[in-house]
């Protein structure tokens, strides 16, 4: 079993900075790909990002490449969303994911253990 626990969302205005955290408990951490997903209000909980169990490889939604960056420590059991160039079309819960296995995957079905989400909201 894993524990997922996001923060670091907020309110910024269009074309601001935030990082989002999601600290695991549990099982072994450095065992399980990561995702990041976000969910907008009326709409599907949609792919974000995913990080390999090292680290070493990374998976982009389109709408985001260039702007947002994954990333994991596996010392401190946490998953890292750099998200810049924030735009008001980002507003939405953030949810970090964690799956048994090797592979990335973009599917949320794909995907084992849920954080509660945290609000990110952009202004314009």
């Known amino acids: 079993q894993v524990q997922l626990v996001e923060s670091g969302g907020g309110l910024v205005q269009a074309g601001g900075s935030l990082r989002l955290s999601c600290a695991a408990s549990?099982?072994?951490?450095?065992?399980?790909?990561m995702g990041w997903f976000r969910q907008a209000p009326g709409k599907e909980r949609d792919f974000v990002a995913a990080?390999?169990?090292?680290?070493?490889?990374?998976n982009y939604a389109d709408s985001v490449k260039g702007r947002f960056s994954i990333s994991r420590d596996n010392t401190e059991k946490t998953v890292y969303l750099q998200m810049n160039s924030l735009n008001p079309e980002d507003t939405a819960v953030y949810y970090c994911a964690a799956r048994e296995g090797e592979r990335l995957y973009t599917r949320k079905s794909s995907y084992d253990y849920w954080g509660q989400g945290t609000q990110v909201t952009v202004s314009s």
């Open positions: 990080i390999s169990r090292s680290g070493g490889v990374t």
């Open positions: 549990g099982r072994t951490f450095s065992n399980n790909p």
